[in-house]
């Protein structure tokens, strides 16, 4: 199991949870939830234990971000097709063959490789309380989420009028 089909089953992200995610709502709300996962964990700073209240708010809307919109009027639009990209990219392996071009599973794993390297240097920032590694750290997580849902939606854009892609457009 990759990192991928983790992130995919730690989610529970079956046919209709991304159908949800891929209203542009819920793709831009989890998009912008993002600083406020950095300040509930850099509030215990301030508040110390109390701390676990906003970290819990923030990974259950995390978790049912993708479960309470409703699937989206079209998904004829960059943020739909992101998701729907990420959507083919995770379940390549396991459902649709191997039809996905190789150029975009390069950039995909590259892109994630320099998410999770922000990632580290994001929580050292958080762990030891500073400015500098975490805003660094959060600029290239930001930054390279950004580009994965970018290239994403370019994956998409390759395959979409193939099966079982096509269905997913409308």
């Not at 079956?14 to 819920?26: F, G, K, L, V, Y």
């Not at 990632?119 to 050292?124: D, T």
Request: with cysteine; glycine share 6%.
């Amino acid at each position: 199991m990759d990192i991928f089909e983790f992130a995919t089953k730690l989610m529970a992200m079956d046919e209709e949870t991304w159908m949800r995610h891929a209203n542009p709502i819920s793709g831009w709300s989890r998009i912008f939830t993002f600083p406020f996962v950095i300040l509930a964990f850099w509030s215990r700073q301030w508040i110390g234990w109390w701390c676990l209240i906003p970290i819990t708010v923030i990974s259950l809307w995390s978790f049912l971000n993708p479960r309470i919109f409703p699937r989206p009027v079209s998904t004829d639009n960059w943020a739909s097709k992101g998701v729907l990209g990420e959507r083919a990219f995770t379940q390549n392996k396991n459902k649709t063959g191997n039809i996905l071009p190789t150029h975009h599973i390069k950039a995909a794993k590259t892109l994630t490789l320099i998410t999770g390297i922000g990632s580290i240097i994001l929580v050292y920032g958080l762990v030891v309380l500073q400015i500098w590694p975490t805003l660094l750290g959060a600029s290239a997580v930001f930054l390279g989420k950004m580009w994965f849902v970018d290239r994403m939606e370019w994956l998409f854009e390759d395959i979409k009028d193939n099966e079982p892609f096509n269905s997913w457009l409308y």
